[in-house]
C-alpha cells in the first residue's frame, strides 16, 4: 500500500523552477514530521529539507535559500519549491515521513521518487 504519492518532477533548464508534491495518509501526515531526500546517479541519498506537524522547517545547508518546503494540513501533502534549479539538482527525489527525517533509520515512511532532471 502506497502511503506517501509524490508528484510534479519532470525536466527543467537551468534557472527555472518546479514544484514537488508528496499526498500522504491523513494519519502519517499528522503524526510525523515529514521531507525530502534526494539521490543523484552513483551518490548517496542526501537528506533536503523537513517540516515539523507544527510549520518549523528545516534545510540542508547546501540547499538553503534556493528550496522551500511546506505543508497543506487540509490537503495532506508537503510541498518543495525548487528554485534557480541547477544541474546538480538532477537527481530522485523522495518523500520522507518520520520523528527525525534527517536521520534515514527514523524515516517510517518513504514515497517511491519522482526524477528531476535539469539540463544546462
Known amino acids: 500500500q502506497v502511503q506517501l504519492v509524490e508528484s510534479g518532477g519532470g525536466l527543467a533548464q537551468a534557472g527555472e523552477s518546479l514544484r514537488l508534491s508528496c499526498a500522504a495518509s491523513?494519519?502519517?501526515?499528522?503524526?510525523?514530521?515529514m521531507g525530502w531526500y534526494r539521490q543523484a546517479p552513483g551518490k548517496q541519498r542526501e537528506w533536503v529539507a523537513t517540516?515539523?506537524?507544527?510549520?518549523?522547517?528545516f534545510y540542508s545547508n547546501s540547499l538553503k535559500g534556493r528550496f522551500t518546503i511546506s505543508r497543506d494540513n487540509e490537503k495532506n501533502t508537503v510541498y518543495l519549491q525548487m528554485n534557480s534549479l541547477k544541474p546538480e539538482d538532477t537527481a530522485v527525489y523522495y518523500c520522507?515521513?518520520?520523528?527525525?527525517?534527517?536521520?534515514?533509520?527514523?524515516?517510517?515512511?518513504w514515497g517511491q521518487g519522482t526524477q528531476v532532471t535539469v539540463s544546462s
Open positions: 517540516i515539523s506537524t507544527g510549520g518549523d522547517t
Open positions: 520522507a515521513a518520520g520523528t527525525i527525517v534527517r536521520i534515514p533509520s527514523y524515516v517510517h515512511y
Open positions: 491523513a494519519t502519517i501526515f499528522s503524526g510525523n514530521k
